[in-house]
């Protein structure tokens, strides 16, 4: 089966590309401390974050104790 995802990548870029991005960023932190907790993210574990914006995810994991490698796309 295939979808087709135009619609929604079309979304997703206006959406980010219409406001502030550290201002939305800031407003999903909470979020992503939880992701960091129900993975278990422990010292030493390596992380990859590939262009996931402002590191939400990535900055508590090494907070922790987690290697974080950060990539960007461009």
């Not at 390596?46 to 796309?73: F, K, Q, Y």
Request: charged share 20%; proline share 4%.
């Amino acid at each position: 089966m295939s979808i087709d995802v135009s619609g929604i990548k079309a979304g997703q870029k206006m959406m980010w590309s219409t406001g502030d991005y550290p201002d939305l960023a800031h407003t999903i932190e909470e979020v992503a401390e939880v992701v960091v907790e129900q993975v278990g993210v422990a010292p030493g574990d390596e992380m990859l974050d590939v262009a996931t914006g402002s590191g939400n995810v990535a900055i508590p994991a090494a907070l922790l104790g987690a290697s974080v490698c950060l990539r960007g796309l461009g």
